[in-house]
């Protein structure tokens, strides 16, 4: 078995944004823009994440949340 970096998910407003696809690599953070976002919640490992993001959270999540 690889041991290949593990991201965590990302969701926004409730859609994942991140991932979408397997393999793919996690979006540019610098992109979203700060002065859009209302909130934001980090689960730094899988256990921390909340049952609704269990499905898509292996390993912990970003979850950003709009004005």
Known sequence: AGS????AAIVRDGSRIFPLTVGTLPPDLDKIFTDD???IEFYAQASQVPAELKDVATCGALVLWAR
Do not use: E, F, T
């Open 4 to 7: 290949g970096a593990c991201h």
């Open 37 to 39: 976002l209302g909130g």
